[in-house]
Nanobody
């Protein structure tokens, strides 16, 4: 069983919304930080947002004001609500978990397989 699994990707038109979910299992949920990264074709993987262990959020400049990250402790799930999507948001979205609070991917020990988001103009 994979510790992290993402749900909720798919096709959407520009201006639309999607909610991604990252379900955590098999590792302690309390005390870990969960981040979202994304990778578009031919581009480096980039930080999108994170919810720290106490549900404080951080965002990249490109999504701030449009995306909201939140934790649901009983369900051991982290959500990424994405509004006003743009074609440049198209990417594979990954959630990652770790105990060091940083926006760089190297500190995250656990990764989900990713979910594709495709935004059409």
């Amino acid at each position: 069983q994979m510790p992290l699994v993402e749900f909720g990707g798919g096709p959407v038109q520009a201006g639309g919304s999607l909610r991604l979910s990252c379900r955590v299992s098999g590792i302690p949920f309390k005390g870990i930080h969960v981040a979202w990264f994304r990778q578009a074709p031919m581009k480096e993987r980039e930080f999108v947002a994170l919810a720290d262990w106490d549900d404080h959020a951080r965002y990249s400049d490109s999504v701030r004001g449009r995306f909201t990250v939140s934790r649901d402790e009983p369900r051991k799930t982290v959500f990424l609500q994405m509004e006003n999507l743009k074609p440049e948001d198209s990417a594979v979205y990954y959630c990652a978990a770790g105990t060091i609070l940083r926006t760089t991917e190297d500190v995250y020990s656990y990764w989900g397989p990713g979910t594709q988001v495709t935004v059409s103009a």
